[in-house]
């Protein structure tokens, strides 16, 4: 599977509630869209995530429609900051070819 790079579990946390923070709110498709996740794969970290109150899920009735919206809580922002950051600084993801890429073009300007 060459070009497909796996992402550890404090990574997927991360940009899940990065993402939140900065959209301020998402639905849950665009949530799973913008952080690369598989609904059903990792529909068990999303509930994770609220079970321990770093988000909070809202379901919004639009006619025929449900929508469910997901928004970061001050715990979960919190949570960034004091542990995923800091363990992001000593063990950095690993950097895929495209950012080696980005670096190289950095060095040469």
Do not use: W
Not at 27 to 41: D, E
Not at 54 to 71: A, L, M, N, P, Q
Request: proline share 2%; hydrophobic share 40%; charged share 30%.
């Amino acid at each position: 599977m060459a070009g497909k790079s796996y992402r550890d579990k404090i990574y997927i946390i991360k940009d899940i509630i990065s993402l939140l923070a900065e959209y301020g709110a998402l639905n849950q498709t665009a949530l799973v869209s913008y952080s690369g996740l598989n609904l059903k794969k990792h529909k068990h970290i999303l509930d994770s995530l609220e079970e321990k109150g770093f988000i909070s899920k809202s379901v919004v009735e639009d006619g025929k429609r449900t929508i469910t919206v997901y928004k970061a809580t001050a715990k979960g922002l919190e949570f960034c900051r004091a542990i995923i950051e800091p363990y992001e600084e000593l063990f950095p993801r690993k950097s895929t070819n495209s950012d080696q890429n980005k670096l190289r073009l950095l060095i040469l300007v």
